[in-house]
């Protein structure tokens, strides 16, 4: 099986069209600010989003099309394969459907991994909101300590001596 035939529409943009007349969107963008205490690595962190632009008034669609998740993941390796850059996907939870974002976007890239890559998975709570979120880096990233160092951070892996819960320490004066 083979991914999708995509097209670059400009640097770190791509669109492909599923068989089911589905057209989809892929693009990197800047994510720098969440790391900025991080001078060194912040502006290769970028983000990643996945968007449904168009469908046909009647799909012919026939269940889970995989090639789907083998062309996103092959975008998202051949923009990790420069081995500097990291990205972060953020699961839109504005329709209540982040866990299954979240579980579909971390099961494509592990299915298709070829070891390459370390995905780190993470939950930032935000007042009462949880984000969840993952981050995608080449295993031979020569930033791949930095961005796994800035990463626990951000998304509450250290916490401080007693804590019982895993909160986001950048949002403790305290720590």
Known sequence: MQP??????????????ASNGFEYHCYFYDFSFPFSDYPRIA????????????????????????RIA???????????????NAVVYICD???????????????????YDDGSFIQLKGILHTGNTYV??????????EFLNDFIE??????????????DEMENILNDDGW
């Not at 083998?70 to 500097?84: A, D, G, S, W």
């Not at 939870?93 to 299915?111: L, P, V």
């Not at 969840?132 to 990233?141: P, T, V």
């Open 43 to 66: 502006s290769k962190v970028f983000g990643f989003n996945l968007e449904l632009k168009s469908k046909p008034e009647i799909s012919h669609s026939k269940g889970l099309d995989k």
């Open 150 to 163: 800035a990463y626990q951070v951000l998304t509450g892996a250290y916490t401080k001596p007693g804590d």
């Open 132 to 141: 969840l979120n993952a981050m995608l880096i080449h295993r031979d990233n």
């Open 4 to 17: 999708y035939n995509y097209i670059t529409l400009k640097p770190d943009y791509y669109t492909f069209l």
């Open 93 to 111: 939870n504005s329709d209540k459907r982040e866990k299954a974002r979240f579980h579909k976007f971390t099961n494509w890239f592990m299915k």
């Open 70 to 84: 083998q062309t996103v993941v092959t975008i998202l390796k051949e923009f990790l394969n420069i081995r500097k």
